[in-house]
């Protein structure tokens, strides 16, 4: 089986509304297979790394895109492929 890791950094591509105040909060990327189960039909196995704190895009530096690189170095013989998730208002 074909096996994804998603690095979620932040962005609104990672928010849902809070039902109680309609402001956007953090999506709990480790529940993503049980709240989006069109995922189930790919036959993938999907593991999610997500910052912590998330990463508002606009702080994004250097440093952070050095952190992805070395997080995907150490993890590259566990994977198949990666997805790296970020936001895009900078």
Same mark, same amino acid.
């Given at each position: 089986?074909?096996?994804? *890791?998603?690095? =979620?950094?932040?962005?609104? @591509?990672?928010?849902? $509304?809070?039902?109680?105040?309609?402001? *956007?909060?953090?999506?709990?990327?480790?529940? @993503? !297979?049980? $709240?989006?189960?069109? *995922?189930?039909?790919? $036959? =993938?196995?999907?593991?999610?790394?997500?910052?912590?704190?998330?990463?508002?895009?606009? $702080?994004?530096?250097?440093?952070?895109?050095?952190? *992805?690189? !070395?997080?995907?170095?150490?993890? =590259?013989?566990?994977?198949?492929?990666?997805?790296?998730?970020?936001?895009?208002?900078?």
């Amino acid at each position: 089986m074909t096996s994804i *890791l998603i690095i =979620y950094t932040g962005g609104t @591509i990672g928010m849902v $509304n809070d039902p109680k105040t309609g402001a *956007l909060i953090p999506f709990d990327f480790a529940q @993503i !297979q049980r $709240n989006v189960p069109e *995922l189930e039909r790919l $036959n =993938y196995h999907l593991d999610v790394h997500s910052f912590d704190p998330i990463i508002d895009s606009s $702080n994004m530096t250097p440093l952070i895109w050095a952190e *992805l690189a !070395q997080l995907i170095e150490k993890r =590259y013989d566990d994977f198949d492929g990666f997805v790296i998730l970020h936001g895009s208002d900078t």
